[in-house]
């Protein structure tokens, strides 16, 4: 029997957050422009807005003709009214009656659907993702079987993370931080060069005059060096020993990553900007990428996959970017590394598992070690809806 999509709904959620207490961490890496009342705010050094005092998302449902209920989410951390409409008004309309466990047939016949008038990334790209990511919980639910099976794996048991950014006010406040999170396991950490870059440098000398060798450390430059200072930077960044450089640069500019990636031996990770891969298929062909981020919000399960097997073919190993969302991206995230050979690192945020978690019906694990995949059909996870309910725009 072929189970036949019968709705498609999204929900844009805003979720009120302590935007002081995780500054500095993923999803709120820096401190935000004077705005008063305004719902987003400049970035208080580069060119990019972020949400004011809040987490949002979408959440998304695709429901079949016998009920049965998949559950999605895309990438919104702005104007998540934008890619619900997308759902609402575009594809989910698209989507009736056809086959529901079939996600190569529907991502093609979504991204078919506007590519002739240039609509290939950004919100379209994303409310597909959302919905991928619901027929791909459907798909395990419907074969009983967790979604990382039908990916392939499981390739390993446990999933080791990095802890995304360190929260306070100072040098000395960030190394007690991660104090902690190594008493609680804590291997790996990435910093945001979300100010100056030399107190960025500074915060990785003290992390390893006081962890030395044991941690591994990574910088997201958040996209504000040019070809004249990422070299500069890069070499600093190589004398201490850091493992990935992200987002150096523009993330149009493929020439300026190649010419840096021949500049330095710290591998330069990239992937939170893009969608597909027919947008990273140039920089692969350049050797710009040392370490691959697909964001499951962004590329869904389906594009994410490919774009892991891309890696691999370059003998790239992938690091997904988890930044701020709820249990169905978090869920995602955990089963694409499950499921994939050249997988190295999770991006992990407690401050945002805590708030995902408050959501579902059966918390996700948390941890900033390692990590498993969700054991139960699809996903592995279900929405408390009467919790997400006074938060719905």
């Known amino acids: 029997m072929?189970?036949?999509?019968?709705?498609?709904?999204?929900?844009?959620?805003?979720?009120?957050?302590?935007?002081?207490?995780?500054r500095?961490?993923?999803?709120?890496?820096?401190?935000?422009?004077?705005?008063?009342?305004?719902?987003?705010?400049?970035?208080?050094?580069?060119?990019?807005?972020y949400a004011a005092d809040h987490l949002e998302t979408v959440l998304v449902t695709v429901e079949t003709d016998d009920g049965l209920i998949g559950w999605g989410e895309a990438q919104a951390p702005v104007a998540p009214e934008v890619t619900r409409s997308v759902i609402d008004t575009l594809l989910g309309p698209l989507l009736v009656g056809e086959d529901a466990l079939a996600p190569e047939a529907i991502w093609d016949r979504l991204y078919a659907a506007m590519r002739v008038r240039g609509h290939t990334g950004s919100f379209l790209l994303d409310a597909m993702a959302g919905i991928d990511l619901a027929i791909w919980d459907l798909c395990g639910k419907a074969f009983g079987q967790p979604v990382h099976r039908l990916l392939g794996g499981?390739?390993?048991?446990?999933l080791p993370c990095y802890v995304s950014g360190l929260g306070g006010d100072s040098t000395a406040a960030r190394v007690d931080e991660a104090r902690g999170w190594v008493e609680s396991g804590a291997e790996a950490f990435k910093l945001f060069m979300a100010g100056d870059p030399g107190d960025c440098l500074a915060d990785l000398d003290a992390l390893r005059d006081a962890f030395g060798a044991d941690i591994e450390l990574y910088v997201d430059a958040l996209w504000r060096l040019d070809t004249r200072s990422a070299p500069r930077f890069a070499a600093a960044?190589?004398?201490?020993?850091?493992?990935?450089?992200?987002?150096?640069?523009?993330?149009?500019?493929?020439?300026?990553?190649?010419?840096?990636?021949?500049?330095?031996?710290?591998?330069?990770a990239i992937g939170e900007s893009y969608r597909t891969r027919f947008e990273l298929l140039p920089f692969f062909q350049r050797g710009a990428v040392g370490v691959l981020q697909p964001d499951l919000g962004r590329s869904g399960l389906t594009e994410s996959r490919k774009l892991a097997v891309l890696a691999d073919t370059h003998h790239v190993p992938i690091a997904p970017h988890v930044s701020i969302g709820l249990g169905p991206q978090l869920a995602a995230g955990l089963h694409l590394a499950a499921a994939t050979p050249n997988f190295?690192?999770?991006?992990?945020?407690?401050?945002?598992?805590a708030i995902a978690n408050r959501f579902l019906r059966s918390p996700l694990p948390v941890g900033v070690a390692g990590l498993a995949a969700p054991d139960a059909p699809g996903l592995g996870i279900e929405i408390d809806e009467a919790a997400i309910a006074p938060y719905v725009l």
């Open 24 to 49: 500095g961490t993923a999803g709120t890496p820096a401190a935000l422009g004077d705005a008063a009342g305004a719902r987003y705010r400049w970035a208080g050094h580069y060119r990019t807005v």
């Open 237 to 268: 960044l190589e004398a201490r020993n850091a493992g990935w450089l992200e987002a150096p640069l523009m993330p149009e500019d493929v020439a300026g990553h190649a010419r840096l990636a021949e500049r330095t031996r710290v591998p330069l």
């Open 154 to 158: 499981p390739c390993r048991a446990t």
């Open 2 to 22: 072929v189970r036949r999509i019968a709705r498609v709904s999204a929900r844009a959620l805003r979720i009120p957050r302590d935007v002081a207490e995780s």
């Open 344 to 353: 190295a690192r999770l991006e992990c945020n407690p401050r945002v598992q």
